[in-house]
């Protein structure tokens, strides 16, 4: 708690109410930081999961826009190659088909990266921890990993569970 050995501010012993007080400010602030530090990892997680997004939105647009244009010139293009013309429209289809297969395998990909909060799922595991048990260490400070790198303009979390943000990259 906020007191210093169980001794209020004047020296005298602190009143329950005030007990419970220090103790729903406290938990009301760990509450935010929780929250602050799931929005700084969700926020890095919208942006891979947008640029899965923006890939096939891009290629639905690529492949709308040119496709009756392209389709066109490749059927006579194989037409005037000697090959029948429902044939020729069959290929230049099927060659439709496995490019729209890559990006589709490129998305996915970038799709299967995005994972949860794994650190703000690890500190709610600690807090809960500490509230059953305060006076034990929580399980994860044991063996303390080191923080990644934070890309300029990326949160991070401070040494007291606080989120900070920084426009400057960390040394």
């Not at 640029?51 to 244009?69: H, K, S, T």
């Not at 293009?77 to 395998?105: C, D, K, P």
């Not at 929580?138 to 401070?158: E, H, Q």
Request: glycine share 8%.
């Amino acid at each position: 708690m906020s007191t210093t050995a169980g001794k209020a501010r004047n020296g005298r012993e602190p009143s329950l109410g005030e007990l419970v007080a220090l103790a729903t400010r406290d938990v009301s602030l760990l509450v935010r930081q929780e929250i602050n530090l799931a929005k700084a990892e969700m926020t890095r997680q919208a942006v891979s999961a947008a640029l899965g997004v923006g890939c096939l939105a891009v290629a639905a647009g690529l492949g709308l826009c040119a496709l009756i244009a392209v389709t066109i010139f490749l059927g006579e293009l194989i037409t005037w190659a000697g090959v029948e013309r429902f044939w020729s429209y069959l290929l230049t289809a099927a060659a439709y088909l496995v490019v729209a297969g890559m990006l589709a395998l490129f998305a996915v990909r970038r799709f299967r990266r995005l994972s949860p909060p794994e650190r703000t799922i690890q500190t709610v595991r600690d807090d809960i921890s500490w509230l059953r048990n305060p006076t034990a260490p929580p399980a994860s400070s044991a063996t303390p990993a080191s923080p990644p790198k934070a890309a300029p303009g990326a949160a991070s979390v401070g040494p007291d569970g606080a989120v900070l943000t920084s426009h400057h990259p960390q040394p």
